[in-house]
């Protein structure tokens, strides 16, 4: 199951990283579930919770076996409707990113990336790498994060994938 969100990068009017910051924050707490309770649960369904941003879209996406099914759906529901974005997972996932991005830039291959991409989409929002950069992610605030959630990831644009041996009453 995938839920295809229109939140990639380009959606983050200047605020470069946002959409990635956001996307990282969606396991990390959901409803009544800290994020150990949902990687814990995932785990013991045997189920495989991934979740991505990139330029145009966030997928978040769940495989899982028929008879882990219901209570997979309910956790992934969650994570998609209801992230806490609590203050302590803000600060803790900002500084991954922040490290994710430092280590990101010793690549060569990953810094001619980055540079072709800003020669040739010069002027757009796709000249900037999904991950942002560390001093534009030091500069994010939760209080974005919450307001970059409210307004791109809603169902009216979403697009839901469902593949498997399911029965069409679920």
């Given at each position: ?25 969606l ?6 579930l ?6 814990d649960?995932i ?16 997928t978040v ?7 882990s ?8 529901s969650?994570i ?36 072709m ?27 974005e ?10 169902p ?10 399911l029965?069409?009453?679920?």
């Amino acid at each position: 199951i995938m839920a295809v969100i229109p939140s990639g990068s380009i959606y983050n009017e200047s605020r470069h990283g946002l959409s990635k910051l956001t996307s990282m924050l969606l396991d990390e707490g959901a409803g009544a579930l800290t994020g150990l309770q949902i990687a814990d649960e995932i785990e013991i369904l045997g189920s495989v919770l991934n979740i991505n941003s990139g330029r145009e879209y966030t997928t978040v996406s769940i495989l899982t076996l028929k008879e882990s099914l219901e209570k997979s759906l309910e956790i992934f529901s969650k994570i998609l409707r209801f992230p806490n974005f609590e203050e302590k997972d803000f600060n803790r996932e900002k500084s991954r990113l922040k490290s994710q991005i430092m280590s990101l830039n010793d690549n060569p291959s990953y810094t001619a990336s980055v540079e072709m991409l800003k020669t040739i989409y010069t002027g757009t929002e796709y000249e900037f790498p999904p991950n942002g950069f560390t001093n534009s992610i030091s500069e994010l605030t939760n209080k974005e994060v919450k307001e970059f959630y409210k307004k791109r990831y809603f169902p009216g644009e979403s697009s839901l994938i469902v593949v498997g041996d399911l029965d069409s009453s679920l």
